[in-house]
């Protein structure tokens, strides 16, 4: 008990951190100290966490998770920022230091490890680290925001009625999931021409729904035998329930916002490149395949 306590603890202050490193970052390029009342969206995660560890010991919800929702509401704005700044910027922006390679690593890690010495003739550690290009800068905060949501789900004490079979499911569905939400709003943006703002923001509206598919677990979580007695009738939803919101989430959260995104920016922007193409491919089958699926089971149901 006291370890799961602790879980919850832990990961709940762990979204905090990474919510306040991203204001840190919006503060510092609008320098205007007045983006820091966006620390105010961290109010609903900490009454989150004050409630469940009182009423509920710390243990996660069946269906649905406030505590990755609430952090997904602090983090989101900050990320729409600093993008819409960076499409704005990106022709005046000063020389900043590129992470790119191993060589560009090394030597940013060497210069890190001079400045927190105190060595002479060196950067503020914060200054230092505010070089960093604004391009890499968002990709890492992005990367950073989608592991903490797979590794913070894991530490998350687990719900009554969710067996550990499911949650490692669940797990690996998040990590694929990630990988394509990160292609995704990396790709895609790189595809959008500079003066196409409206276009971008889009773009980042569909990254924030596809977003929505962590709280969500409605899609792993089977239906047993008793809950389908218990709801009275065999109807086709509490037969397969599962694979329904599996499926509306691929066609409504993921793969088919992503196929119209990419179909469009082939269409306006005459953008075609081998990674697109293939992209919108994969997405074209997985939302046919996904509405076949509806079809057998629909099929399955009157049989």
């Not at 971008?200 to 089977?222: E, G």
């Not at 499926?247 to 959260?253: A, E, K, P, T």
Request: hydrophobic fraction near 50%; include cysteine.
């Amino acid at each position: 008990m006291f370890v799961k306590f602790i879980c919850a603890i832990v990961t709940r202050a762990l979204f905090i951190l990474v919510s306040l490193i991203g204001v840190w970052r919006v503060t510092w390029v609008k320098n205007n100290p007045l983006y820091w009342f966006l620390t105010i969206l961290y109010l609903p995660l900490v009454v989150e966490m004050i409630l469940t560890l009182r009423r509920r010991k710390g243990k996660d919800y069946k269906w649905f998770s406030p505590a990755i929702l609430f952090f997904l509401i602090s983090i989101i704005p900050t990320i729409w920022i600093l993008e819409l700044h960076h499409e704005q910027n990106k022709l005046s922006d000063t020389k900043c230091t590129k992470l790119d390679s191993s060589e560009d690593i090394r030597a940013f890690l060497h210069e890190w490890k001079n400045s927190t010495n105190g060595s002479v003739n060196t950067q503020d550690p914060l200054k230092l680290l505010s070089t960093v290009c604004a391009n890499d800068w968002i990709l890492a905060l992005q990367q950073i925001v989608l592991i903490l949501l797979i590794v913070g789900k894991w530490m998350l004490p687990i719900a009554g009625g969710v067996t550990r079979d499911e949650m490692s499911q669940l797990l690996l569905i998040f990590v694929g999931t990630a990988a394509d939400i990160l292609e995704f709003i990396s790709e895609t943006l790189s595809d959008v021409n500079e003066e196409s703002l409206s276009f971008v923001c889009v773009i980042l509206a569909v990254w924030t729904l596809s977003m929505l598919q962590f709280p969500l677990h409605f899609s792993v979580v089977n239906t047993r035998a008793e809950d389908v007695s218990e709801s009275q009738d065999g109807s086709l939803y509490s037969r397969y329930r599962t694979d329904i919101w599996n499926i509306g989430g691929s066609l409504f959260l993921q793969d088919g916002p992503f196929f119209v995104v990419r179909l469009t920016v082939m269409m306006v922007f005459s953008n075609f490149h081998q990674m697109l193409v293939f992209f919108t491919l994969k997405n074209f089958l997985v939302v046919m395949l996904n509405i076949y699926r509806l079809w057998v089971i629909w099929i399955d149901s009157k049989s």
